[in-house]
Antibody, heavy 126, light 111 residues
Framework: QVQLQESGPGLVKPSETLSLTCTVSGGSVRSGNYFWSWIRQPPGKGLEWIGFIFHSGTTNYNPSLKSRVTLSIDTSKNQFSLKLTSATAADTAVYYC??????????????????WGQGTLVTVSS | QSALTQPASVSGSPGQSITISCTGSNSDIGSFNYVSWYQQHPGKAPKLIISDVTSRPSGVSDRFSGSKSGNTASLTISGLQADDEADYYCGSYSSTTTLELFGGGTKLTVL
């Protein structure tokens, strides 16, 4: 059973960098059909896709956050990480890491966020 | 404002059926069969209940079903149970630079 677990500071000061790590167990980040993703949810609001990274290091980011976001992956530790610079109160949210599974068989293709971490609340405040 | 539009709330009585809609555009729901639905109980992570418009992951009740017509996807829950009370989010692949879109969520109340 694949499990994902977020870790990192729960409080970040405005203008500083928000940094989180997701540790994957029960599976490998080197697997070819998965994109390792970050999604956030401000308190009382909906989900917002931040971006994802492939085991090769290829990334794709939400254009609204692209100038401030960097994703990285450490295959030796089976982890991937998020850095969000110049944090503001608007970045206060529960941050989830998730696995995006994509692929095709002989009859159909699929694309789904099938495993999620439990989420970690990050508050941006002085 | 979310890229995909869902009703803020729906309600139903135990045993009844309800449907939640999710409206997008020709750049996402209308052109791709990559619509997913997630159930989120308070304080918990989202749980995948429908993927690729109609597919149910192993372990998900067959009371949950999905469909799509044009730019609108729908989630139907039949035989409502108390534990179905939760927030439901739709998600879709998009051909725009924002590859992944989510709806604003729908709060389901079981009366």
């Amino acid at each position: 059973q694949v499990q994902l677990q977020e870790s990192g500071p729960g409080l970040v000061k405005p203008s500083e960098t928000l940094s989180l790590t997701c540790t994957v167990s029960g599976g490998s980040v080197r697997s070819g059909n998965y994109f390792w993703s970050w999604i956030r949810q401000p308190p009382g609001k909906g989900l917002e896709w931040i971006g994802f990274i492939f085991h090769s290091g290829t990334t794709n980011y939400n254009p609204s956050l692209k100038s401030r976001v960097t994703l990285s992956i450490d295959t030796s530790k089976n982890q991937f990480s998020l850095k969000l610079t110049s944090a503001t109160a608007a970045d206060t949210a529960v941050y989830y890491c998730a696995r995006l599974s994509v692929g095709c068989d002989s009859t159909s293709c699929h694309r789904r966020y099938d495993y999620w971490g439990q989420g970690t609340l990050v508050t941006v405040s002085s | 404002q979310s890229a995909l539009t869902q009703p803020a709330s729906v309600s139903g009585s135990p045993g009844q059926s309800i449907t939640i809609s999710c409206t997008g555009s020709n750049s996402d729901i209308g052109s791709f069969n990559y619509v997913s639905w997630y159930q989120q109980h308070p304080g918990k992570a989202p749980k995948l209940i429908i993927s690729d418009v109609t597919s149910r992951p192993s372990g998900v009740s067959d009371r949950f079903s999905g469909s799509k017509s044009g730019n609108t996807a729908s989630l139907t829950i039949s035989g409502l149970q108390a534990d179905d009370e939760a927030d439901y989010y739709c998600g879709s692949y998009s051909s725009t630079t924002t590859l992944e879109l989510f709806g604003g969520g729908t709060k389901l109340t079981v009366l």
